[in-house]
């Protein structure tokens, strides 16, 4: 099994930052794929930013320029930087991770918590 634990949320005015993180642990053999997503009340899920184990990132289109993903591999941590915070930014962020267990094992999907972000006008 594997544990995802995210930290940083909280709340914020517009134009603020914030900068997640979500730690992996468990039974670990490589970590592909992290990324966060988000979800407001009554909406659906959405992808927020992804990255890939060589550090690839991938932003949806209304985070670009604003939020920054990265990961440290030694730590199994992805962050979420996230600058000019909009009302509309507000949800609960989410975190996932495509994990392998083993060598010979299969990945699977985890998913984090979530940690609760507003942002306040």
């Known amino acids: 099994q594997v544990q995802l634990v995210e930290s940083g949320g909280g709340l914020v005015q517009a134009g603020g930052s914030l900068r997640l993180s979500c730690a992996a642990s468990g039974s670990i053999f490589v970590i592909h794929d992290m990324g966060w997503y988000r979800q407001a009340p009554g909406k659906q899920r959405e992808l927020v930013a992804a990255i890939t184990n060589r550090g690839t990132p991938t932003y949806a289109d209304s985070m670009k320029g604003r939020f920054t993903i990265s990961r440290d591999n030694a730590k199994n941590t992805v962050y979420l930087q996230m600058n000019s915070l909009e009302p509309e930014d507000t949800a609960v962020y989410l975190c996932?991770?495509?994990?392998?267990?083993?060598?010979?094992?299969?990945?699977?999907?985890?998913w984090g918590q979530g940690t609760q972000v507003t942002v306040s006008s």
């Open positions: 996932n991770a495509v994990v392998q267990g083993s060598l010979l094992s299969r990945s699977r999907d985890y």
